[in-house]
């Protein structure tokens, strides 16, 4: 299976800046996803990032405020826009085939907003 | 929506097979089942998945219920290293997503 690499692997940010979250597959794969982890909580979808086209966000979540990008097959990026506190999470990425065998996460991006 | 329903949190002791259920009395022919696990501070790792067959790989097996209404994940002979929240999930074949509910919080004692 693929394995993902994230970075940075946690930050601590000034409220109202931007930070970008890298996730490198070391193969190519269909599909690629952008998660959220907030403290004690599940994991919540942020949107499916599309090779070559605008990701697919959920309910709840903008372009404005993540803008994702995925180049390739093997590369993708989520932005974290305009940050405050309640952005303090886990964010990961995950990557795969079409999910029958399994989709491959990153370790995550620990952020704190201060 | 969530799809599916399990304990929030169960015990087991090491060496003993640890059966984890899971209801999902409203999945579609076209869904499977999945099951990833959550050690503390990783990211989630990928189990088994099946359709309506019962499934078997070296980390655990999957028993579906023929109604497909429930499953049971079951870790043969548990150990500490298996301690983490498992999560099952109901996924479609034509949309690949995956929806996390809280899961299972299982903790395997000496």
């Known amino acids: 299976s693929a394995v993902i690499s994230q970075k940075p692997s946690r930050d601590i940010c000034q409220r109202g800046t931007s930070l970008t979250i890298q996730c490198q597959v070391d193969?190519?794969?269909?599909?690629m996803f952008w998660y959220r982890q907030q403290p004690g909580q599940s994991l919540t979808l942020i949107a499916t990032a599309n090779q070559g086209s605008e990701a697919t966000y959920e309910s709840g979540f903008v372009i404005d405020k993540f803008p994702i990008s995925r180049p390739n097959l093997t590369f993708s990026t989520l932005t974290v826009s305009n940050m405050s506190p309640e952005d303090s999470s886990i964010y990961l990425c995950?990557?795969?085939?079409?999910?029958?065998?399994?989709?491959?996460f990153g370790s995550g991006t620990r952020l704190t907003v201060v | 929506d969530a799809k599916t329903t399990q304990p929030p949190s169960m015990d087991c002791a090491e060496g003993r097979a640890a059966n984890l259920p899971c209801n999902h009395s409203t999945i579609s022919g076209n869904e499977y089942v999945y099951w990833y696990r959550q050690i503390h501070s990783q990211g989630p790792q990928y189990i088994i998945h099946g359709l309506k067959n019962n499934e078997t790989n070296e980390m655990a097996s999957l028993i579906i219920t023929e109604d497909r209404k429930s499953s049971t994940l079951i870790l043969p002979h548990a150990t500490l290293r298996d301690t983490a929240v498992y999560y099952c999930i109901v996924s479609g074949s034509n949309d690949y997503k995956l929806s996390f509910g809280a899961g299972t919080t299982v903790t395997v004692r000496a």
């Open positions: 995950s990557g795969g085939g079409t999910g029958l065998h399994g989709y491959t």
């Open positions: 193969s190519q794969v269909t599909m």
